[in-house]
């Protein structure tokens, strides 16, 4: 066998064992729709490429200990659909157009090669792609905010008064971009905490980073049009642009965050970014880069999203300061969210927009996504006025500040192993813990996820580098108490498979 048919035998086989995957035993399908379903995962997965040869028929019944009628009923399948071709007397081989799912490396999904009969080309990208869905809070979820800490019966009475005092108009949509109290406040914070230049009316009020990236991309951007992703990238951004039609162009990340692509890149559109904190691998762009970028982005007349999602939580020193403070061009839009001081199900982040453009984007928002929920905003607005957000902020930095130390602390034992290093930890929720590129870092967090430890792989972050291996620990939920037992089992998996 040679080393790429026992990769993918190695995959199908686990794809099949899995209890609840879809491909699983317990999924209920004949044992031919089993093995199309996780041959399909590995096309899509990108464990074979466009061009690339399958074994034949023969060969793959007896890897995967199969009946030859069931592997010629899977890849007939698969034939039917489009994902493979078949060349009379030379084999097996995956379609050139294999339908897109590592963004920016593939072409865009075919309609015909539809498996999901009635979505469209888009809407099979969409699905396809690795989904955040199953992100079930635990411990050590990247990302996750202890919500459970919030100060439900303040925010409940704050509510209740202006429930209370509702005007009529306080129901109704907003056609100003949000209820004027709370864009006054979230300019007032951004001003003081994160040096953005700005005036209340550039603020709008959005239901999160995804709107507010959407909105963007509407806006900005034609559909096919190409968008300048980090990678690794989050995977948020890389659905919305997707949404949108747009074409992810993948820029990798190094320690000062975003490398400049070189001249011969496609030019861009829009330039997404994580600045202060890159998602997922933590790294602070350098300033020489903050500037580079800007001037590319002037080169280009492109427009930088600037998603400014964790930067409450600096915890040694004080918060760097935003990209959008360097931008003397009007080039800048920048993203924050609620998600993370506040809880996830709140449902609010606000979208600054370069002064050009307030009108347009308040009238796109108005009539793409009828913005309301005034009553809500305005006990934000109370919330962030009576300093019950700076409480809040204070209170959840220095708790994360105790289970980020915690974590660190538990995890030293694994920084004397070869190739092994922490990067992303002086801020917000969770750190990188890299592995050297020989190690399977999907298999490692398999392994960990069984035991009810959730973390999440680094590769599954690459759009389309090869070599990144690690894994994203979340601390913000994690209870101290199980923070140091989780971490070592995350040490002693990582020895093990160091060997
Ligand atoms: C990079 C990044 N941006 C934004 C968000 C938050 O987005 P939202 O406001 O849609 O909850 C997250 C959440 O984890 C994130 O990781």
Not at 25 to 30: A, E, F, H, N
Not at 327 to 330: E, L, P, V
């Given at each position: 066998m040679t080393q790429a048919a026992a990769l993918l035998a190695e995959y199908v086989l686990t794809e099949l064992s899995?209890?609840?995957?879809?491909?699983?035993?317990?999924?209920?399908?004949?044992l031919n729709r089993r093995l199309y379903e996780a041959l399909r995962r590995a096309l899509l997965d990108g464990r074979l490429g466009p061009g690339d040869r399958l074994p034949s028929s023969r060969e793959l019944a007896q890897d995967l200990r199969l009946s030859r009628n069931t592997v010629v009923a899977a890849l007939e399948q698969l034939g039917a659909e489009g994902y493979l071709v078949s060349r009379v007397g030379s084999g097996t081989y995956v379609h050139d157009q294999l339908p897109r799912v590592r963004a920016g490396t593939r072409p865009p999904p075919r309609a015909d090669a539809a498996h999901l009969p009635g979505l469209s080309a888009r809407g099979q990208g969409l699905v396809q792609h690795h989904s955040a869905r199953d992100l079930e809070i635990q411990p050590f979820t990247p990302g996750a905010a202890d919500f459970s800490a919030f100060p439900v019966a303040l925010w409940q009475r704050l509510q209740n008064r202006h429930w209370r005092a509702a005007r009529p108009e306080m129901l109704d949509y907003t056609t100003s971009g949000g209820y004027g109290p709370l864009r006054r406040a979230v300019a007032d914070h951004l001003r003081v905490s994160r040096h953005v230049r700005l005036e209340p009316e550039q603020v709008l009020i959005t239901t999160g980073t995804q709107q507010s990236l959407e909105l963007c991309a509407r806006l900005l951007a034609d559909v096919g049009d190409t968008v300048w992703m980090e990678d690794p990238g989050y995977w948020g951004a890389i659905k919305a642009f997707t949404a949108c039609g747009l074409r992810l162009h993948p820029v990798p990340v190094d320690d000062e965050g975003w490398a400049p692509p070189p001249a011969s890149a496609p030019a861009p559109r829009l330039i997404y970014v994580t600045p202060s904190h890159q998602y997922p691998t933590g790294a602070v762009m350098s300033l020489a880069r903050r500037h580079a970028l800007l001037a590319r982005a002037a080169e280009a007349n492109a427009w930088v999203l600037e998603d400014d999602y964790d930067s409450e939580f600096r915890f040694d020193s004080a918060p760097i300061a935003s990209l959008a403070g360097l931008?003397?061009?009007?080039r800048v839009c920048y993203l924050g969210t609620f998600s993370k001081v506040l809880y996830p199900g709140v449902k609010l982040g606000y979208l600054v927009v370069p002064r050009a453009w307030i009108e347009a984007f308040r009238q796109a928002h108005y009539d793409l996504h009828r913005p309301g929920q005034l009553p809500l905003q305005a006990a934000l607005a109370e919330f962030i006025e009576m300093g019950h957000f700076a409480t809040a902020l204070r209170r959840t930095r220095q708790t994360y500040a105790e289970r980020r130390a915690r974590l660190l602390q538990a995890l030293a034992p694994v920084l004397s192993l070869p190739g092994v290093q922490i990067t992303g930890a002086a801020q917000g929720l969770h750190l990188c813990l890299r592995l050297p590129p020989a190690l399977d870092d999907r298999a490692i967090a398999a392994t960990l996820a069984a035991e009810g430890i959730s973390v999440r792989p680094l590769s599954a972050y690459a759009l389309a580098r090869q070599d990144l291996r690690g894994l994203l620990i979340?601390?913000?939920?994690?209870?101290p108490a199980l923070i140091a037992p989780c971490a070592q089992r995350i040490v002693a998996v990582v020895q093990q498979a160091l060997g």
């Open positions: 899995r209890p609840d995957g879809p491909a699983g035993p317990g999924s209920g399908l004949p931008d003397d061009d009007g979340g601390y913000g939920y994690a209870q």
